[in-house]
């Protein structure tokens, strides 16, 4: 082979191999960017769910304390109601 023909043989070979460094560097970036945006997304996640069950948690509690409201009003009406037939 002429001295031109091993020229562009490491020419190619150099270009190949620049274009896998630049490609694994660029995949690393892409995997640990990835890798960031699962675990904000997780971490979204158990929050939200925090957030949920603090709501329904509230909303129980609220329930149960204008029951406990309605059945004082009625056992007060009931106390405060006279007899009408003796």
Partial sequence: MSNSAWAE???????MLLIVIICVVTLGFFARQFGKTMRERDSQEKQRAIMLV??????KKAEA??????????AEKIETQTPESN
């Fill in 9 to 15: 043989l490491y020419f190619v070979t150099a270009m």
């Fill in 54 to 59: 603090a709501e329904r948690t509230a909303r």
């Fill in 65 to 74: 304390e204008k029951a406990i409201e309605a059945k004082k009003a009625k």
